[in-house]
């Protein structure tokens, strides 16, 4: 049932581009696992073994954390209508914050978002794909816009302190890299 390539395929970059909603799993070498479900428009496929994710604040900052210590990550992505299909990307991954040099010609690829913090591009090594015929049937209503308007109501200054208080540390104490 399950096929593994080791890059995505063009029927594979469309069905990412089709879903709403994707999983984040990172992992340090100790501590918690952290998977994370992620959407509003923040990933592109910009090769066929390379994505790019565009993080938002939220509240806590495990990602980020846990690929200053280990680079591995997987981004899940289910068919919740449609044929069924799970979609599996594993790769290594960096994190680039506004203050880097890449952060621009990144940002680039995404509509601007409030509360932008991070920016994490994935070099893939394995695409695997299952069959995905438990996972149920959904439809699709909206986006959420309401972690957008806080970081816009938060604003820049407002932004950085919550950075300050809740994103510099996982939950596990390790650091974030999220401020200078």
């Known amino acids: 049932m399950a096929k593994q ?4 395929t063009d029927d594979l970059t469309g069905f990412i581009r089709q879903q709403k909603i994707f999983f984040v799993g990172t ?5 918690r696992v952290n998977v994370s479900p992620k959407g509003m428009d923040t990933l592109r496929v910009v090769a066929a073994n390379r994505v790019v994710w565009l993080n938002l604040t939220g509240s806590s900052n495990e990602t980020a954390a846990h690929l ?3 680079s591995r990550i997987t981004l899940m992505f289910c068919s919740f209508e449609g044929a069924p299909l799970i979609l599996r990307l594993y790769g290594q991954a960096q994190v680039f914050h506004p203050r880097d040099a890449e952060w621009e010609n990144l940002a680039a690829l995404f509509p ?6 991070q920016i994490i591009d994935i070099s893939l ?4 794909t299952s069959c995905g015929m438990a996972v149920p049937l ?16 938060k604003g ?7 950075w300050q208080e809740k994103n510099q540390h996982s939950m596990d104490g390790k650091p974030t890299g999220i401020l200078p």
């Open 112 to 117: 601007p978002k409030h509360g932008a913090r």
């Open 27 to 31: 992992a340090a070498s100790d501590g």
């Open 68 to 70: 200053l210590e280990n």
């Open 138 to 153: 959904f439809d699709f209503k909206a986006e959420r816009d309401q972690l957008e308007q806080w970081a816009e109501n």
């Open 156 to 162: 820049p200054e407002g932004l950085r302190q919550y």
């Open 125 to 128: 090594d394995l695409v695997q």
């Open 5 to 8: 390539y080791l890059q995505l």
